[in-house]
């Protein structure tokens, strides 16, 4: 049974986090040969405020990611 942990930042729509998991699903069963239903898929939501790329917490960045 794979199991997979994401970290993203806060903020994602529920739609884009369900297009998200649907998607590796699909990738993960196709590609280890396994039936979706024993991907078991873990999203953590992070804020901004506590995570940093290169020095800079990502809440003072420019860009969204």
Do not use: C, H
């Not at 997979?4 to 806060?10: D, L, P, S, W």
């Amino acid at each position: 049974m794979p199991i997979i942990n994401i970290a993203i930042a806060k903020g994602r729509s529920r739609d884009q986090k369900q297009t998200l998991v649907r998607e590796i699903s699909r990738v993960v069963a196709q590609t280890l040969s396994v039936d979706p239903e024993k991907i078991w898929i873990r999203i953590d939501e992070f804020e901004k405020d506590n995570f940093a790329v290169g020095g800079m917490l990502m809440s003072d960045r420019k860009s969204s990611t």
